[in-house]
């Protein structure tokens, strides 16, 4: 056991614009915290000049150098599935991956995005009314908060995505998945927030990257609660205006910090302190 526990663990990221990501920092510090030997790296897109018609060539190599594991983010998230030999259930279903367990030889994809976000969402909005939720996003992102709202309860779900396919292959997935729901692709934002419960934001807008606000603020009012799922910066405009106005917030860093915790625990086969990760996390963005 003993051994085991001191062979190095070696895992990474592959993403766009990533230098800013707290997961590997988050990642070696449980692992020490566990008695391992743990290097995560990032695999920045942008920075090795590559996009997500390289992630042949990057996985191959994250192979031979002895990674156990990848993590997965914007933009190759659905761009990765063919490149797998097996997808966990909730990744079949999301049609979406960010985390890759790399073992004997085979390509192990799963997603624990959905449920990070859900388990933010619980700790944070425990008594949120799913009556009538608007997200904006269909990305890979945005496929596993839409899974997680509909496992947490929501009845109605409408989806907006500045690609109009995107949101309505997403609504039809959904609509298969959870037909007790009512869940369709949105073309009047204005008239959807009129008569919304609450708004989850799932693109890459509010970023250092690409600031801004993803809708028009006066959208927003005093009865709506907003999730949001970027983390850097942790206070984005879309928190700071939704305040602002009134409205119940959830910031981007459970989600963060709970699809680490699902991540640590596929790539170590270990059980993770999610309370002590979380506790990083806080000191990291504090």
């Known amino acids: 056991m003993v051994e085991t526990l001191l062979k190095p663990t070696r895992a990474g990221l592959i993403g766009a614009g990533i230098q800013a990501s707290l997961t590997p920092a988050m990642h070696m510090r449980e692992g020490a915290a566990q008695g391992l030997t743990y290097d995560y790296e990032l695999i920045d897109l942008n920075e090795i000049g590559a996009t997500a018609d390289d992630l042949p ?3 191959a190599d994250a192979e031979a150098r002895g990674l156990c594991g990848l993590n997965i ?3 190759c998230k659905q761009a990765i599935i063919p490149h797998l030999d097996e997808l966990s259930g909730e990744a079949r279903a999301l049609g979406a991956v960010n985390t890759v367990v790399l073992m004997d030889g085979r390509r192990h994809g799963h997603n624990t995005d959905w449920w990070g976000f859900a388990e933010s969402f619980r700790r944070g909005l425990p008594d949120a009314d799913l009556n009538a939720v608007v997200q904006l996003g269909a990305g890979g992102a945005g496929v596993a908060t839409a899974y997680a709202i509909l496992s947490l309860g929501a009845r ?4 907006f995505d500045k690609e109009a396919e995107r949101s309505r292959e997403l609504a039809e997935t959904m609509s298969g998945r959870f037909p007790g729901a009512v869940i369709r692709a949105g073309h009047d934002l204005e008239a959807a927030m009129g008569g919304a419960s609450g708004l989850i934001h799932a693109t890459p807008t509010g970023m250092a990257k690409y ?4 809708l028009p603020v006066e959208l927003l009012d005093a009865r709506h609660w907003v999730a949001e799922i970027v983390y850097f910066p942790l206070e984005t405009a879309l928190l700071s205006a939704a305040r602002q ?4 917030t959830l910031d981007g860093g459970g989600m963060a910090v709970f699809q680490a915790v ?13 309370e002590r990760m979380l506790a990083h996390f806080k000191a990291l963005t504090a």
């Open 211 to 214: 600031p801004g606000l993803p």
């Open 57 to 59: 060539m990057l996985i």
């Open 245 to 248: 106005r009134g409205c119940r």
């Open 73 to 75: 983010t914007h933009p």
């Open 156 to 159: 109605s779900l409408v989806v």
């Open 262 to 274: 699902g991540a640590f625990r596929l790539f170590t086969g270990l059980e993770p302190d999610a």
